[in-house]
C-alpha cells in the first residue's frame, strides 16, 4: 500500500499533538478497517491535506482534538472548511478535557459533525465515525445530483432555443463535454441522410461552456466525419427498437481517428436517439475511457475523467471487436441519454421546418418570374429583387408582379402575413388570381376590392398586404391602390424623394378602400415598392427605418439596377424576413 493509499477502507486523519493519545486512537480505528494517517499538529494536518489533495486522496474523515499546540481545533476546522477543495471533508471534535457543552457548541458552530469525549468505548468511536462519513457520503452524493441534474438543464435548455441544425449539434456537443468531462462530439442525421455535427473541440466559449486550456484544439477533417456518419446511420437502423435510447461502445479499430485527439484512434462511447416522429437520429460520441471523478473535485468539473491514451496507441492493447454492442456502463451513460433524448426532441421540428422551407423557397423560385424571364413591356424598364430570409428565419410570403393590361403595366408588390409553407402557398394563389383579374379589369383599386373578396372567401383566416401600381408609358399617368402596404417611394433624379400619401386596410378584411392615389410619373422618376423586410428590425421603428431608407434612395445612383443593389447592401443583409423589390421607370 503506497503513501497515499490504495486503501481498502475508509481513510482517517488522525489529528492529537499527544503521540499516545494518537497511537491509541489510531489503533481502534485500523481494529475497525479504517487506514490511518496520524498527524502531530494543524499545520502538518494542512500540509498533509494538501499533498493529498494534489494525490486525489482525500482522507474520508479528519479526528481532531480540539487542544492543539500551534492552532485550536476549532480553527483548524474553520480553515479546513473554508477551502473549496476540502470543504466537504467531515471533521468530528475530540477532547479528554474539553468535556462541557460549551466546547461542543464551539465545534458544531466551526462546522464540525460530531464531538467525542475521551476516553470513548471503541463501538462508540467507530459508531461517530462511521455516522460521519456516511452522512458526508450522502451530502456529497446529493451535490453530485444536483450538479448533474444543473448541468443537464443548462444544456437542454440551450439546446432547445437552437435555431439551426448546426448550431444545435454544437449545443448538445458542448453540454455532453461537461457532463462527462471528456471531449464530445454530436451527430444529427436527418430522413434524407443528410448530417449536421457539432463538436465541443476547439471552441473556446460557445453558450456559457468554457473549453479547458489543455482541451485538444484539431476538429476532423471531411473524410472521418463521413465515415463516422455512416457507422451511427447503420447503428441506428440496426435498432430493435428505435424509439428508445440505445448506448454502445465502438472499438477504436471502427471509429475514426482524430475526433477527441488529434491522430489518435480510442474506443467511443456511443449513444443513439431518436425523435417521436422519427425524423431525426442524434448521436453523441464521446471518449469510452471514462472514470467516476472524485466526490472532492470541484463544481465546475463534469462528472467523469477523460482517460486518454498514449498518442498513437488505441485505448485499449488490442481491439475487442465483440464489444460494439455491449452496453456502457449505465451510470456513465444516464445524463447523456437524457440530452440525447433531449437533443433529438429539439432536432424534429428543425428538420421539419427545413423540409418545408425548401419547399416553400422552390414554390416562391418558380412562381416568381425571374429578372432576365419578365414579360415585355413597351415603354417601360422594371427591375425586380427577391432574396429569402437568412438561413436560420423562417420563409415568408413576400412577392412581385409585372404585367400587361389593356390600360398600361400593372405593378404589384405584396406579403401574405406568417412565416411558413402556407404563406407561401397563399402567396401563388393572390399572385395568379391577379394575373387572372387584370385581363379584364386594371384598375388597382378595383383589383384591390376583388383579392380582399378572394381572400375573405377561400381564407377567412389569413391576411396579406399588397400595393399595387398601374402607369401609362404614354402619359406617365399612375394610379396606386394600398391595401396595408409600405407606400410607395418617388425617387427623382434630381435627389428629391418622397413617399406616396396612399393607404389602405389589409387583404382579408372585408373592410371599405379609399380611391386610388393618382400622380404622374416623369422620364426622370423611378417608383419604387419593397416589402417590409428590407427595412423592418427588431427594436427599431418602422418610421425611423423608412426615413432610413428614404434617405439611402435619394443618395443612390438612379439606374433601377444600381438603386436596387445599393438598397439591398445597406438593408439586405441578414435580414429575418423576406425581402421583394420592384423599380420602374419610364422609357
Known amino acids: 500500500m503506497d503513501g497515499f493509499g490504495k486503501q481498502s477502507g475508509t481513510t482517517v486523519m488522525v489529528v492529537d499533538d499527544v503521540s499516545t493519545s494518537r497511537f491509541a486512537m489510531g489503533a481502534v480505528l485500523r481494529r475497525a478497517g479504517h487506514d490511518v494517517v496520524p498527524v502531530a499538529s494543524a499545520g502538518e494536518a494542512l500540509t498533509e491535506l494538501d499533498l493529498r489533495l494534489r494525490a486525489g486522496a482525500l482522507p474520508d474523515l479528519a479526528l481532531v482534538d480540539v487542544g492543539l499546540p500551534d492552532m485550536s481545533g476549532f480553527e483548524l476546522c474553520r480553515v479546513v472548511k473554508a477551502r473549496p477543495s476540502t470543504a466537504a471533508l467531515p471533521v468530528v471534535h475530540f477532547s479528554a478535557m474539553a468535556v462541557d457543552s460549551g466546547y461542543r457548541w464551539r465545534g458544531l458552530d466551526a462546522g464540525a459533525d460530531a464531538y467525542l469525549t475521551v476516553p470513548a468505548e471503541p463501538s462508540e468511536i467507530e459508531a461517530v465515525v462511521r455516522a460521519a462519513v456516511r452522512g458526508a457520503r450522502r451530502r456529497g452524493a446529493a451535490e453530485v445530483l444536483a450538479h448533474r441534474l444543473t448541468l443537464l438543464s443548462e444544456a437542454v435548455f440551450t439546446v432547445q432555443t437552437a435555431r439551426r441544425l448546426g448550431e444545435l449539434a454544437d449545443a448538445a456537443a458542448a453540454g455532453a463535454a461537461r457532463l462527462t468531462d471528456t471531449p464530445a462530439v454530436v451527430f444529427v442525421i436527418g430522413p434524407d441522410g443528410e448530417s449536421h455535427w457539432g463538436s465541443s473541440l476547439n471552441r473556446p466559449r460557445y453558450h456559457g461552456f468554457a473549453r479547458p486550456a489543455d482541451a485538444p484544439t484539431a476538429v476532423p477533417d471531411t473524410a472521418p466525419h463521413v465515415a463516422a456518419a455512416r457507422l451511427i446511420t447503420r447503428l441506428a437502423e440496426g435498432r430493435t427498437h428505435p424509439a428508445e435510447v440505445h448506448s454502445t461502445i465502438v472499438p477504436a479499430t471502427l471509429w475514426p481517428a482524430g475526433f477527441f485527439r488529434p491522430g489518435v484512434r480510442e474506443d467511443a462511447h456511443l449513444v443513439l436517439a431518436s425523435g417521436q416522429e422519427g425524423r431525426a437520429c442524434v448521436c453523441i460520441a464521446t471518449p469510452a475511457c471514462q472514470t467516476p471523478a472524485p466526490a472532492t473535485s470541484s463544481r465546475g468539473a463534469g462528472l467523469y475523467r477523460y482517460a486518454a491514451p498514449p498518442r498513437g496507441a488505441t485505448s485499449h492493447g488490442e481491439p475487442v471487436p465483440a464489444r460494439l454492442h455491449n452496453p456502457a456502463p449505465p451510470t456513465a451513460a444516464h445524463p447523456t441519454e437524457r440530452l440525447a433524448q433531449a437533443t433529438a426532441l429539439a432536432a424534429e421540428p428543425l428538420l421539419r421546418y427545413q423540409a418545408e422551407r425548401h419547399v416553400a423557397l422552390t414554390l416562391q423560385h418558380s412562381f416568381l418570374p425571374q429578372p432576365h424571364r419578365l414579360p415585355s413591356l413597351p415603354g417601360v424598364e422594371v427591375v425586380v429583387r ?86 401609362d408609358p404614354g402619359t406617365g399617368r399612375t394610379r396606386i391602390a394600398n391595401a396595408g402596404h409600405i407606400p410607395p417611394l418617388i425617387v427623382r433624379s434630381e435627389g428629391d424623394t418622397a413617399y406616396v400619401p396612399v393607404d389602405g386596410p389589409l387583404l382579408g378584411l372585408g ?42 434612395a435619394a443618395d443612390a445612383p438612379t439606374g433601377g439596377d444600381e438603386l436596387c443593389d445599393t438598397l439591398l447592401e445597406c438593408f439586405g443583409r441578414d435580414q429575418e424576413d423576406d425581402i421583394a423589390m420592384l423599380a420602374l421607370r419610364l422609357g
Do not use: N, W
Not at 441 to 455: F, K
Not at 528 to 543: K, P
Open 511 to 552: 373592410l371599405d378602400r379609399p380611391a386610388p392615389t393618382e400622380l404622374v410619373l416623369t422620364p426622370q422618376d423611378c417608383l419604387l415598392m419593397v416589402t417590409d423586410g428590407l427595412v423592418e428590425s427588431r427594436g427599431t421603428d418602422l418610421s425611423v427605418s423608412l426615413e432610413q431608407l428614404r434617405k439611402a
Open 386 to 471: 427577391y432574396v429569402p430570409a437568412s438561413r436560420q428565419a423562417e420563409i415568408g410570403g413576400d412577392f412581385y408582379a409585372a404585367l400587361r393590361t389593356p390600360a398600361g403595366v400593372l405593378t404589384a408588390v405584396g406579403d401574405v402575413v406568417g412565416h411558413s409553407l402556407d404563406a407561401a402557398t397563399v402567396m401563388v394563389e393572390i399572385r395568379h388570381a391577379l394575373r387572372a383579374y387584370c385581363v379584364e379589369e386594371s384598375d388597382p383599386g378595383t383589383l384591390a376590392e376583388r383579392l380582399d373578396r378572394m381572400l375573405l372567401h377561400y381564407h377567412p383566416d389569413v391576411t396579406a398586404t399588397v400595393c399595387l401600381a398601374l402607369v
